[in-house]
């Protein structure tokens, strides 16, 4: 059993996160995200999917992105071309 670093409870099933050269122990999922997940710096919802990166500025969404960035934001795309049947 290992205690987890976010909310100190000591569980069976807690794992071992490797990032950066440095390993964090959690309990759940939801810890994990407390502790690594990035926030958004427009509206400050963790960032738990791609985000979008701004000149090393992170938001959840292109939304955030182009608002908080009218210049720089205006470049984030956020849609995906269809393919054509193979």
């Known amino acids: 059993m290992a205690t987890c670093e976010v909310c100190g409870n000591d569980y069976a ?3 071992e996160v490797h990032a950066q050269g440095a390993v964090h122990t959690f309990d759940s999922f939801e810890c994990a995200i407390t502790r ?3 926030v958004c710096e427009h509206c400050s919802v963790r ?3 791609h985000g979008v990166e701004v000149e090393r ?3 959840c969404s292109a939304h955030c992105a182009r608002t908080a960035e009218p210049e720089r934001g205006r ?4 849609s995906v071309p269809a393919q ?3």
Do not use: N
């Open 84 to 86: 054509a049947p193979a």
């Open 75 to 78: 470049r984030v795309r956020d």
């Open 57 to 59: 500025h992170w938001y």
């Open 47 to 49: 960032i738990v999917g």
């Open 13 to 15: 099933l807690s794992f």
């Open 36 to 38: 690594m997940a990035p």
